[in-house]
């Protein structure tokens, strides 16, 4: 298992080798990048935004040459502030952290940690990956369609959603959303029905599933999630497709008038109808993006705690328990909708109950590296980034999950804070840390880590400056989607703290430049990685960096033991690889 | 010396106890206990259920999810005051009637195949295929019924859901037929036997669930 075996598979050219491939080594990679353009796309909206919002209705006459209709004048129209804020949110939620999470690490690892030597379906796999493109390029056509990108937000809450003449961006931009986010749910599926079947039934001898890295339960447990959850939201967005161009009134109510005085010929239905759907979806949605950022973190702080992982059975179960409680939350983000208030108590209850598996996860992090000689690489750092972000955004959310707290803080800056510490920060981190961690086994090459220090220490730091302050803010009331702050006189005490925001933010985006350029420098020129860089258990440092087309040589790995023994007493070296026979450790 | 009554020279070797691994009992031969793709003689994989079966019902859990929305919207619109009930058309009742004809008939097919009647599974199979396209045919039919009494997908939220369900049924049973002419292809060319005919039996539960889902939405559509 030494040499690099080929296996016969005869040499693909360049095209069939790296772009339309059924390899999923090659697939993850491509979701991964494609994932890093949405990113910055996603990432010079929010930049946009925090020039507007600290300081409002100042001239910016370069970029009315980018943005002729948006900074018509030189300053920018309200109407396309709402459409930052849509398109960041969908661009990022979907887009990024979905797709780097779930598409990117689930593709590239499932195969390399279970000892398989590719997806159950490859060909549905590379289908999975075009159609997710197919999807981007859709998205971003709403940037460019004719009345400008959607404005409802990333919920696309109706009936501003479902009546085209609402707004300009709810025509043409609204319609590309919704074909978008279709692509992508059935792109989700494709994938998610590929990682289910790989997991169950293609590990290799030994491989029980007790023994499977955390990161795989993740990625296992987030794809029945995903299986669970994306059909509703395509349910919503068929009847939603259907109250565009059919007429049909299923998120309309009667009597409803646009801006201009029209009466709109719809009649009789629901507009809350659409977020009971869009949250049963929503609310899973957030945990399909937070369960693989939590294995992939769990992994890394054990590598690097040079610990066996505190707790696995408790990791496998609190990841099952949330996995099912998500499903049962959705209300909280409704508190405010007129629901019964002792349908709100339930949702409370159910809302607050995810706070003890979550806490169970959070202790076992910390119980892992206590003691622990901890080794402060760049993925170790990004690894205890995703913690601390993860407790911080955490404990706001349980503010949030109140509905006696949450009315008050319902819609203000201390929501936009507290989601993107938790679901926004936390699974970069993660991301991060994977990319840094697996980025040797991608492509054979080190990222220099001096950049990435750098790179950990100005995102710390900037996203606590820019989320934090955030709570404060919304705290002292600003609300959520405004355009113009100044426009209310008791938000006079925080223009200050939208400036420290706003420049926090920057350096925080200049510092992700920083990670873009040492990620494509070391594809070409970083140091050559050897096997196993990180002295780490998993299957998939026992091959060569970057492994072969099959993965693995003539013969598929036997697993002898789980993928957590660090420092075990005895042994050679503080690590035991899952292939090492127990007689083997023993007689060193 | 007491007697001995057994023969206690050979010594009872307990059955060695297998390590759990997966899900469910290790039906698999003791050297092999993985699921890997490994091609070996004697290979068999750890999981229980092969792989085409888990993907069928992982596309069901999908399909029944996707219902699930539709219903849900469904129960909560029952309740809007603008709710107006219309007649469902007669030739419903004609299709329920053909589709669940066409359920005998695919279990047929299934039984035959199974027990490598071929001759005999080749007529069943026509015969749910030709059943399943009379019973899309008719429901065009009961679309066009609908609008010769002036009942549109937009007249009421009821018959917006009627056109909707009836229709993304369709689609999904449309599917099915594909489904049946991929698999009738093997069948003609007499590829499955009584010990090869997992394409047949996915087909058949396949089939057998949509025919379940078109009594659920025809029961919803008439009583709530």
């Not at chain 1, 509905?403 to 936390?426: C, K, R, W």
């Amino acid at each position: 298992m030494t040499t690099h075996d080929e296996h016969a598979h005869p040499e693909l050219g360049f095209w069939r080798k790296y772009i339309f491939s059924t390899d999923h080594k090659i697939i993850g990679i491509q979701y991964i990048i494609t994932a890093m353009a949405m990113a910055v796309v996603g990432g010079v909206l929010s930049m946009l935004m925090r020039l507007q919002l600290g300081w409002p209705g100042t001239l910016w006459p370069s970029l009315e040459n980018i943005f002729p209709t948006g900074f018509a004048g030189g300053v920018m129209e309200p109407g396309f502030y709402l459409s930052l804020v849509t398109m960041h949110g969908t661009i990022m939620v979907f887009f990024l952290f979905t797709a780097v999470l779930t598409g990117g690490f689930g593709n590239f690892l499932i195969p390399l940690q279970i000892g398989a030597r590719d997806m159950a379906f490859p060909l549905l796999n590379a289908l999975s990956y075009w159609t997710f493109l197919l999807s981007c390029i859709t998205i971003l056509g709403a940037l460019f369609a004719t009345g400008g990108p959607p404005l409802g937000g990333w919920t696309a809450y109706a009936p501003l959603s479902a009546v085209p003449a609402m707004g300009p961006g709810q025509g043409d931009g609204m319609t590309l959303w919704i074909v978008a986010i279709a692509l992508f749910t059935a792109s989700g599926l494709m994938g998610g029905l590929n990682y289910v079947t790989t997991l169950l039934t293609m590990r290799t001898k030994g491989m029980s599933m007790m023994r499977l890295p955390l990161t795989q339960w993740a990625l296992f447990i987030t794809a029945i999630l995903g299986t669970l959850a994306f059909p509703v939201l395509l349910a919503a967005g068929i009847l939603l497709t259907f109250d565009r161009i059919g007429g049909t009134s299923f998120f309309v109510p009667a009597g409803l008038f646009l801006a201009d005085g029209t009466l709109i010929d719809h009649s009789g239905g629901h507009p809350l109808l659409w977020q009971h759907l869009f949250w049963f979806f929503g609310h899973p949605e957030v945990y399909i993006v937070l369960l693989p950022a939590m294995g992939i973190a769990s992994d890394i702080l054990s590598t690097f705690a040079r610990k066996p992982i505190f707790s696995y059975k408790m990791m496998v179960y609190s990841m099952s328990a949330i996995a099912f409680l998500s499903f049962i939350v959705w209300g909280h983000h409704m508190f405010l909708s007129g629901m019964n208030p002792l349908l709100g108590s339930l949702f409370t209850l159910t809302t607050l109950l995810i706070a003890i598996p979550s806490a169970v996860k959070t202790f076992n992090w910390i119980g892992t590296i206590l003691g622990a000689r901890i080794q402060f690489t760049v993925p170790m750092l990004f690894a205890l980034g995703f913690v601390s972000t993860f407790i911080s955004g955490g404990l706001s959310g349980i503010f949030l999950g109140t509905s006696a707290s949450d009315i008050a803080m319902h819609d203000t800056y201390f929501v936009v804070g507290h989601f993107h510490l938790v679901m926004a920060v936390a699974p970069l981190f993660a991301a991060f840390a994977g990319i840094y961690f697996w980025f040797p086994k991608m492509f054979g090459r080190m990222m220099n880590m001096t950049a990435g220090k750098v790179h950990f220490w100005i995102s710390f730091v900037g996203v606590n400056c820019v989320f934090m302050t955030m709570h404060a803010s919304g705290v002292a009331g600003h609300l959520r989607r405004i355009y113009d702050p100044t426009q209310y006189a008791f938000l006079e005490p925080v223009y200050g703290m939208n400036q420290f925001i706003s420049i926090s933010a920057f350096v925080l985006g200049a510092a992700q430049i920083l990670f873009l350029v040492n990620f494509f420098a070391s594809i070409w020129f970083g140091p050559k990685a050897s096997v196993n860089p990180w002295n780490a258990t998993t299957l998939e440092w026992t091959v060569p960096s970057p492994p072969g087309h099959g993965n693995f040589g003539p013969e598929l790995p036997v697993v002898e033991r789980w993928a957590f023994d660090y420092s075990v007493p005895g042994a050679k070296e503080d690590f035991v690889m899952q292939t090492e026979a127990p007689a083997r450790v023993e007689s060193s | 010396m007491p007697a001995i009554t057994e023969d206690t020279t050979t010594v009872r070797v307990p059955e060695p106890i297998q390590p759990r691994d997966g899900f469910g009992p290790p039906p698999r031969p003791p050297e092999e206990d993985g699921g890997g793709e490994d091609p070996r003689p004697g290979w068999r994989p750890a999981f229980p259920v092969s792989r085409g079966r888990l993907v069928l019902w992982l596309v069901l859990t999908v399909v029944v999810m996707l219902f699930a929305g539709f219903s849900s919207a469904y129960i909560i619109l029952r309740g809007a005051p603008a709710w107006q009930n219309v007649a469902l058309p007669a030739s419903l009742w004609a299709n329920t009637f053909v589709l669940l004809a066409s359920s005998v008939t695919m279990e047929w097919t299934r039984r035959r195949t199974v027990e490598g009647h071929t001759a005999s599974a080749k007529k069943w199979m026509a015969a749910t295929a030709a059943l399943g396209a009379a019973f899309l045919g008719g429901q065009v039919l009961a679309w066009m019924e609908l609008a010769g009494a002036g009942v549109y997908l937009a007249s009421t939220l009821h018959s917006s859901f009627l056109y909707i369900l009836t229709g993304m049924h369709g689609l999904h049973l449309a599917g099915g037929i594909a489904a049946l002419a991929y698999v009738s292809a093997g069948v003609f060319r007499n590829r499955y036997s009584a010990a090869g005919h997992e394409p047949v039996t996915l087909c058949a539960t396949y089939w057998h669930f949509m025919d379940g889902l078109w009594v659920y939405l025809f029961l919803l559509l008439m009583l709530a």
